[in-house]
């Protein structure tokens, strides 16, 4: 069965450090999605960044940063230089059949 | 993306009694969908609302409880039924849009409803 375990159920940081969330996923599909996403405190979630399991490349925007890596079956999430409104819980997820599976999310606190 | 609404925002409800969560998209979509986020949990999918047939259901969820409608492809409701207070949550409809050449679908949110049962 297809599954998606994010460990740290909740990460507290100072501004400006850096912080990873790891996601790890098992499937049996050759074929499949992960995705992030951010909720903050209002409730709605967040697309962040959609990637295919053939594209291994990672990925940057600003401040983000994605290292996915199939031999692990790990999809990780950095934000570098942490802001206070980075304050939110955060999911990874995987698709199957067009419907999403999530993790349990990381809750990650930046204070000032 | 989309700009996707949801009504009521949130409420507070009388055990059991019902409420009909409406999602309206500014775009027509395929697929729609309906999670569950128990307080403090990860999303649960309740069911996936296409246009033209039936909504199909995870295990675990029942169509008396949450009977679903999808009149159009810009539209669905979802019913909480007979609500008791283990059903406080917040439900969020989510759509399907294309995002690119070679890529699946992404969903997309709404802003979710908070429903708290007394």
């Known amino acids: 069965a297809q599954k998606v375990t994010q460990a740290q159920t909740e990460i507290s940081v100072v501004e400006k450090e850096d912080v990873t969330l790891d996601c790890v996923y098992e499937?049996?599909?050759?074929?499949?999605?992960l995705f992030w996403y951010k909720q903050p405190p209002s409730g709605e979630l967040v697309f962040l960044i959609r990637?295919?399991?053939?594209?291994?490349q990672n990925e940057i925007s600003g401040r983000y940063s994605w290292n996915f890596q199939k031999s692990t079956s790990s999809f990780n999430f950095t934000i570098t230089a942490s802001q206070v409104v980075d304050s939110a819980v955060y999911f990874c997820a995987l698709s199957e059949a067009g419907k999403l599976i999530f993790g349990q999310g990381t809750e990650l606190s930046v204070k000032p | 993306s989309a700009v996707i609404s949801q009504k009521p925002s949130r409420d507070i409800c009388q055990r059991g009694t019902s409420l009909t969560i409406q999602c309206q998209v500014d775009?027509?979509?395929?697929?729609m969908f309906w999670y569950r986020q128990q307080p403090g949990q990860s999303l649960t999918l309740i069911a996936t609302?296409?246009?033209?047939?039936?909504?199909?259901?995870e295990s675990g969820f029942v169509i008396d409880k949450f009977p679903i409608s999808r009149p159009n492809l810009t539209f669905s409701t979802l019913t909480v039924s007979n609500m008791s207070p283990e059903d406080s949550s917040i439900y969020l409809c989510?759509?399907?849009?294309?995002?690119?050449?070679?890529?699946?679908?992404?969903?997309?949110f709404g802003p979710g409803t908070r429903l708290t049962v007394l």
């Open positions: 499937t049996r599909d050759t074929t499949y999605y």
């Open positions: 609302a296409n246009q033209g047939s039936e909504a199909t259901y």
């Open positions: 990637r295919n399991s053939f594209d291994e």
């Open positions: 989510s759509v399907d849009l294309f995002a690119g050449t070679g890529s699946t679908d992404t969903q997309y």
């Open positions: 775009s027509q979509v395929t697929m």
